[in-house]
């Protein structure tokens, strides 16, 4: 008896060492998903020497493209992140969609690049905490960009790319209302400090189970001015730009057709 009353400590602190090397977990778990979508004419026109570069898997579409699906925590505003040491991407898992992924999920910043590393950032951030598997986190990312089909939605409500033009923000507002309700909001960057707002990215609440659409548990306010630019974006543009040979800053400012 003695003998086995010893060896329980020992056995103790066997299963905290093996506890302990586990992967970590999130201490928090998430309620919904903030799915980002971006303008890519605004991100190829921000700052001084902003630069776009096609990807290496060719031109991308001419639509808004999918950044993250980010899981949130509606009692705290805050994202749930990192819920794994031990991260693990695998691009096979991904073959089927890969097409939509280069189309609608593309990296078009410099130098010329595959996007694969972008995938891997957001599914070892944002995707490790879903309870999702890598496929199905991807599948649903993109199927709700299609669904919401944003280009549409505002080229319907006579919001369209524009070198000149500027939208108020409560029209862009007003656009999304009938089909999103109360899911989004709007982000805008600038080319300059002081310049002009240009619409960068449209934030969408969606349920936990990445189904539904639903109102925003958190609120969060635009930080667009009341003015809004809608920069072109013509992916026929882009050039190749290499590490050693950076493509010159590209300014998406050409006319585009809507129809392309």
């Known amino acids: 008896m003695m003998a ?6 020992l056995l103790f602190l066997l299963a905290l060492v093996t506890l302990s090397s586990a992967p970590a977990m999130a201490t928090s778990k998430f309620d919904f998903f903030y799915l980002t979508l971006m303008w890519p004419g605004a991100y ?9 570069c096609r ?20 009692s705290n505003g805050e994202p749930v992140t990192g819920c794994s040491t031990d991260c693990r991407f695998s691009v096979n898992a991904l073959r089927k969609l890969i097409d939509d992924l280069y189309a609608y999920w593309t990296d078009v910043s410099c130098p010329s690049n595959n996007g694969r590393q972008q995938w891997e950032n957001v599914w070892c951030s944002y995707g490790t905490c879903s309870n999702f598997n890598e496929t199905y986190y991807f599948q649903r990312a993109l199927a709700l960009r299609a669904q919401v089909d944003l280009l549409s939605l505002l080229k319907a409500n006579g919001i369209v790319p524009s070198s000149d033009k500027l939208y108020k923000l409560e029209d862009i ?8 309700g109360f899911s989004t909001v709007v982000e805008c960057n600038k080319k300059w400090v002081l310049g002009e707002s240009q619409l ?5 609440c969606v349920s936990s189970d990445a189904k539904t659409i639903i109102s925003c548990p958190i609120q969060k306010s635009s930080s667009c001015g009341s003015k809004v630019k ?18 010159n800053p590209i300014e998406m400012t050409a006319a585009i057709d809507m129809d392309m």
């Open 230 to 247: 809608f920069l072109p974006f013509n992916p026929k543009q882009l050039p190749v730009g290499s590490a050693h040979n950076m493509a």
């Open 173 to 180: 507002q007003d656009a999304l209302i009938p089909t999103l």
């Open 55 to 74: 990807p290496t898997t060719g031109k991308p579409a001419l639509d808004f493209f999918v950044q993250s699906l980010e899981t949130y925590d509606s």
């Open 44 to 52: 190829c026109n921000s700052g001084l020497f902003s630069k776009c």
């Open 200 to 204: 960068y990215k449209i934030r969408i």
């Open 4 to 9: 086995g009353s010893k060896a329980l400590p």
